[in-house]
């Protein structure tokens, strides 16, 4: 099992930037460079939702419409890390944001497909 730790949440001002990482620990943390990395949020009373999502070579990344050309997400494999950077921020981005790990090769989308999740780290966007 991979334990995975948020951080990089806060309070922010609509325009700003934040930047979010992921920890990856645990007894097979080596299997996470094997493992595509997404983030989802969640804002309150409403369903957790897919952000970004990046596959095992770094390269192939899906994003929600609603965060394209504002948000990246990458990686760093030997370090055991993925990143979230958020540019442009809007008060809809406001939410507990999430980093999950799926067994597979490429970005996904589906919540269904990520094995494990971390604790989240809250994000709030003033206006």
């Known amino acids: 099992q991979v334990q995975l730790v948020e951080s990089g949440g806060g309070l922010v001002q609509a325009g700003g930037s934040l930047r979010l990482s992921c920890a990856a620990s645990?007894?097979?943390?080596?299997?996470?460079?094997?493992?595509?990395m997404g983030w989802y949020r969640q804002a309150p009373g409403k369903e957790r939702d897919f952000v970004a999502s990046?596959?095992?070579?770094?390269?192939?990344?899906v994003y929600t419409d609603s965060v394209k050309g504002r948000f990246t997400i990458s990686r760093d494999n030997a370090k055991k890390m993925v990143y979230l950077q958020m540019n442009n921020l809007k008060t809809d981005d406001t939410g507990v944001y999430l980093c999950?790990?799926?067994?597979?090769?490429?970005?996904?989308?589906?919540?269904?497909?990520?094995?494990?999740w971390g604790q989240g780290t809250q994000v709030t966007v003033s206006s």
């Open positions: 990046i596959g095992i070579d770094g390269v192939s990344t």
């Open positions: 999950a790990s799926a067994p597979f090769r490429s970005a996904q989308r589906k919540a269904g497909k990520y094995s494990d």
């Open positions: 645990g007894s097979s943390f080596s299997i996470v460079s094997i493992m595509s």
